[in-house]
């Protein structure tokens, strides 16, 4: 069996452009053979379309889309995921998440997805019923068993178990012939070797082949890496998809003579693809074709700026540096010496006049008062409003340029440098922003070495540094992660050898300013748990641990 696998890119609601892409998908698999096509998970409609699917038009106008697509197929079937009614005298949520089996001008069957999750990112059950049986389709002589993303992943591969069914079980005691998976998992740090590991492992307990369509591209917060898979009925993986990259390919799941495919992983490679096709598809995706951003001759910026540059290519991203009376020549130079390196523009415009402005106009209340992080803060601020005039008189999108350490712990100024439209690392601790800004560097110098090597500085009062405030980034990045993403208690975090103090200031810290975080901008997640659409705290709250 030629089998065609469409890993594309939808845009959420866009039901016009994604038929025609899987369309053209469906026609480039046909030249090469194949015999199915399989697109992702809700690849008509985009995911995740979230309350878009309550709009009263939301619906028919994706079961239109259906009937285009059903319309333009012959007699090689299309596999389309799409959000469906489920039927009014049907209890339950109103919408299924389905696919549909196209042939011959007919949808010839619809097939809702089993399991619905409702954790981390996902929310599933706020919108779809699920399926209430599994049944293979008889097609050619083979029977094969349609699966929608999580319907594959039962407890043997979840943390703990959620559900009380197992389709793939369901399927294979239905003498199944082969296993298809369309699926839209979006991406964080180690999932693609996850992915794989559990597909060889269904293939393999299963019998069967297993075919995995993924996704690739950005909606909102959310990276869809692709990594689409094919294992045979003896666990090895056979076809392995590039990662971040449109891909239509055709393969035959049948081979058992195949090698293992090998996958070899690279963090701060797949951490750097993931960026620039997130900010790629954010931007352009949201109808900007250009962006901004503060150069400080930080690292953080100059990563930043790399990954514009290389997602929109470098005529497309405009920087500032704004020294104020304490920034460095260095930081400056530094600025340009990127600047230069990437073809990006940059232009200087000090805040000095300005910060000297603002402090003789707050004089008269602020007399008798030392200068402290309000000064520190009115530097920030000054900054952000320069960069949203610039963004507004150019139509640039504003990029920020905070990590997830300082995020965290609240290392940065609300108005200030959190202004913007898209927080790019913002999921990226500060530990991986030098990992990244390494690799960047590991053929020639791109970003100044001297901006990965000086110890990194607000600069925003004289001979400042971070860590005259916050503990070495290694350190911090290591509690946070305990904390944050494991959701240890800070007893359990001390228990492992942590200093104590040092633990409960940056518990402290994040707990404090989860209301600075409901007002950042949104930031691309590449880690098991980012803050914003993967983490929901409440602002008031008296919880203490």
Same mark, same amino acid.
């Given at each position: 069996?030629?089998? @065609?696998?469409?890993?594309?890119?939808?845009? /959420?609601?866009?039901?016009?452009?994604?038929?025609?892409?899987?369309?053209?998908?469906?026609?480039?698999?046909?030249?090469?053979?194949?015999?199915?096509?399989?697109?992702?998970?809700?690849?008509?409609?985009?995911?995740?379309?979230?309350?878009?699917?309550?709009?009263?038009?939301? /619906?028919?106008?994706?079961?239109? *889309?259906?009937?285009?697509?059903?319309?333009?197929?012959?007699?090689?079937?299309?596999?389309?995921?799409? /959000?469906?009614?489920?039927?009014?005298?049907?209890?339950?949520?109103?919408?299924?998440?389905? *696919?549909?089996?196209?042939?011959?001008?007919?949808?010839?069957?619809?097939?809702?997805?089993?399991?619905?999750?409702?954790?981390?990112?996902?929310?599933?059950?706020?919108?779809?019923?699920? @399926?209430?049986?599994?049944?293979p389709i008889e097609w050619k002589g083979k029977r094969i068993g349609?699966?929608?993303?999580?319907?594959?992943?039962?407890?043997d591969h979840l943390q703990r178990p959620f559900y009380h069914r197992d389709p793939v079980q369901e399927l294979t005691s239905q003498h199944t012939d082969l296993i298809v998976n369309l699926s839209a998992s979006p991406f964080s740090l180690g999932k693609?070797?996850?992915?794989?590991?559990?597909?060889?492992?269904?293939?393999?307990? *299963?019998?069967?082949?297993?075919?995995?369509?993924?996704?690739?591209?950005?909606?909102?917060?959310l990276v869809f890496d692709g990594h689409s898979l094919v294992a045979s009925a003896n666990g090895r993986i056979t076809a392995q998809f590039p990662g971040f990259s449109t891909t239509n390919m055709v393969v035959n799941?049948?081979?058992?003579?195949?090698?293992?495919?090998p996958f070899e992983e690279n963090p701060p490679e797949e951490l750097y693809q993931a960026l620039v096709l997130g900010v790629r598809d954010y931007v352009r995706k949201c109808g900007f074709s250009s962006v901004c951003l503060g150069l400080s001759g930080g690292i953080d910026s100059a990563l930043t700026a790399a990954i514009a540059a290389a997602a929109l290519g470098p005529e497309n991203v405009r920087g500032l540096t704004m020294p104020s009376p304490y920034s460095s020549r260095g930081s400056v130079d530094d600025s340009f010496a990127l600047a230069k390196a990437l073809g990006i523009r940059c232009d200087e415009l000090s805040i000095a006049s300005g910060f000297e402005a603002v402090k003789q106009t707050m004089a008269p209340v602020f007399a008798g008062r030392d200068e402290d992080v309000t000064e520190e803060n009115m530097q920030a601020r000054l900054r952000g409003l320069m960069l949203m005039a610039l963004s507004n008189k150019e139509n640039h999108l504003l990029l920020t340029t905070g990590n997830k350490s300082e995020l965290a712990v609240g290392y940065c100024t609300i108005y200030g440098d959190m202004c913007g439209g898209l927080a790019v690392i913002s999921d990226l601790p500060k530990s991986r922003v030098y990992e990244v800004a390494r690799w960047i560097n590991r053929n020639e110098e791109i970003i100044p070495w001297n901006t990965i090597e000086k110890p990194p500085s607000a600069e925003l009062r004289p001979d400042q540094k971070d860590q005259d405030t916050l503990p070495e980034y290694d350190l911090l990045d290591a509690i946070l992660e305990l904390y944050v993403e494991h959701h240890l208690s800070p007893d359990e975090i001390i228990s492992r050898g942590y200093d104590e103090a040092v633990v409960r200031w940056i518990q402290r810290r994040v707990?404090?300013?989860?209301?600075?975080?409901?007002?950042?901008?949104? @930031?691309?997640?590449?880690?098991?748990? *980012?803050? @914003?659409?993967?983490?929901?705290?409440?602002?008031?709250?008296?919880f203490i641990e």
């Open positions: 069996m030629k089998l @065609g696998i469409a890993q594309i890119n939808p845009v /959420v609601g866009d039901f016009p452009g994604n038929a025609k892409l899987i369309l053209a998908a469906y026609r480039e698999c046909l030249d090469a053979g194949a015999e199915i096509v399989v697109t992702p998970e809700l690849s008509l409609a985009g995911y995740p379309p979230r309350d878009l699917v309550f709009k009263s038009q939301f /619906v028919p106008k994706c079961l239109q *889309a259906l009937d285009y697509l059903a319309d333009e197929t012959k007699e090689v079937p299309l596999l389309v995921g799409y /959000v469906d009614h489920n039927h009014p005298t049907h209890p339950g949520k109103p919408f299924r998440n389905a *696919a549909a089996w196209l042939e011959n001008g007919e949808i010839k069957h619809r097939i809702w997805k089993t399991l619905l999750p409702t954790y981390d990112v996902f929310d599933e059950r706020r919108y779809f019923e699920p @399926g209430e049986s599994s049944k349609v699966t929608i993303c999580e319907d594959i992943w039962t407890e693609p070797a996850i992915r794989r590991a559990m597909i060889a492992g269904i293939a393999h307990k *299963a019998g069967v082949p297993v075919v995995y369509c993924n996704a690739i591209g950005a909606n909102d917060q799941p049948f081979n058992e003579w195949l090698e293992d495919v707990d404090l300013n989860e209301w600075k975080r409901h007002q950042a901008a949104p @930031g691309l997640r590449v880690t098991s748990k *980012a803050f @914003g659409i993967g983490r929901r705290m409440p602002i008031v709250q008296r």
